[in-house]
């Protein structure tokens, strides 16, 4: 009968892949050969091996739920590229990248962030702007290349200009090859005997310069605008980073923006309510017409289409809501409040006594 893979493995039966793989890395820092000279873990690490072999490949895993077996070709090759590959195996006691060849230092220049202000028009129509960053700049006096005039940089000898250093060494799996940054050139794969004064041989200064934006309309406080190749400058005329532009826009008195839609209000006196009328508005694109229908009641919504703010996404712009908000008048004529008086009669409307007190009830009733 065969072992119980999942077992072995330490897991359950619905382990995930990731679970698996984790499993086996643990098992395998503590039974690879390397590691622990015991011969009886060098037998369990062979056997555990197998399992991940199995388990780790849809298929067989597969066979093995349904049959208790591998399979055929299973556990041909432990430790060989048949269980998930070789990377697998180096990762779990060496790290990731193992056997391959470990990250070079970047050359590329360092990222810039930038913050950039703008209104709600800016936002509406899209604005150049130009910004101050202060970043790395290519170095005036030798142009980037690190070393004084008339000199160039030499290949390292050391990793012969490729920027790695490589060794092998023999293990039970076969010849390991391992890389590593070159610590005599800084993984750069070259070298600098004659360093430009000014930048020591770096390529580069620490400086200010004005970059200009073009900021698309649409935009909102919260997005950012990459500038690939707008960084830093990198080392020794390798190429610049990127700028990051944070946009920050300004809040508006008169305008409430709700994605591409825009709000406002527009004070509309109750006889223009009640009988009808067309206003003027001023708007981001000019002066613009308002249409308020005859009874019209406060709070109503007039729609403006066409007059919000774009999409970034290339859709159209949003529309300009008008609030209509009806104004009372605080004070009266007595012309107006006689006016006022008649037309709540006509409707049958109760309304407050006229003030004034008793003189003023008097001189009305012998006016009357």
């Given at each position: 009968?065969?072992?119980?893979?999942?077992?072995?493995?330490?897991?359950?039966?619905?382990?995930?892949?990731?679970?698996?793989?984790?499993?086996?890395?643990?098992?395998?820092?503590?039974?690879?050969?390397?590691?622990?000279?015991?011969?009886?873990?060098?037998?369990?690490?062979?056997?555990?091996?197998?399992?991940?072999?199995?388990?780790?490949?849809?298929?067989?895993?597969?066979?093995?739920?349904?049959?208790?077996?591998?399979?055929?070709?299973?556990?041909?090759?432990?430790?060989?590229?048949?269980?998930?590959?070789?990377?697998d195996l180096f990762d779990a006691f060496f790290g990731a990248g193992f056997g391959g060849s470990a990250p070079r230092p970047s050359r590329t220049g360092p990222d810039a962030e930038a913050l950039i202000n703008l209104t709600l028009a800016d936002v509406v129509f899209g604005v150049s702007k130009t910004i101050s960053v202060r970043t790395a700049l290519t170095c005036d006096t030798c142009s980037g290349v690190g070393t004084k005039s008339g000199t160039a940089p030499r290949a390292c000898s050391a990793c012969g200009g490729t920027g790695e250093l490589r060794r092998a060494r023999q293990t039970i799996l076969g010849q390991m090859v391992t890389s590593s940054p070159?610590?005599?050139?800084?993984?750069?794969?070259?070298?600098?005997?004659?360093?430009?004064?000014?930048?020591?041989?770096?390529?580069?200064?620490?400086?200010?310069?004005?970059?200009s934006i073009d900021v698309p309309a649409g935009v909102d406080t919260g997005t950012t605008l990459r500038l690939t190749g707008r960084g830093g400058a990198g080392l020794r005329g390798a190429s610049a980073g990127d700028l990051y532009v944070r946009v920050r826009v300004a809040e508006n008195d008169r305008f409430q923006r709700d994605g591409r839609d825009l709000h406002t209000a527009l004070s509309v006196a109750f006889t223009q309510a009640a009988l009808g009328a067309t206003l003027k508005l001023e708007t981001l694109d000019g002066e613009r017409e308002v249409s308020v229908a005859a009874g019209t009641q406060p709070g109503a919504v007039v729609r403006l289409r066409g007059l919000g703010v774009p999409g970034l996404d290339q859709r159209p712009r949003g529309d300009l809501h008008v609030h209509l908000t009806v104004e009372v008048p605080a004070k009266l004529s007595q012309a107006e409040e006689a006016l006022l008086r008649s037309f709540a009669d006509e409707r049958g409307e109760a309304v407050a006594e006229p003030s004034g007190g008793l003189l003023g009830r008097f001189k009305r009733a012998f006016q009357g």
């Open positions: 009968m065969s072992e119980d893979y999942y077992s072995l493995l330490g897991v359950g039966r619905g382990a995930t892949d990731d679970e698996i793989r984790k499993a086996y890395r643990a098992l395998a820092r503590e039974l690879h050969p390397d590691l622990n000279p015991d011969p009886a873990a060098e037998e369990r690490f062979k056997r555990v091996s197998v399992a991940y072999e199995t388990l780790s490949d849809p298929d067989k895993r597969a066979h093995y739920d349904r049959f208790g077996t591998a399979g055929a070709g299973a556990g041909a090759n432990p430790g060989g590229a048949g269980f998930g590959g070789l990377g070159c610590n005599v050139c800084r993984a750069t794969g070259e070298i600098v005997n004659d360093p430009c004064p000014t930048c020591r041989g770096d390529g580069r200064v620490a400086g200010t310069t004005d970059i």
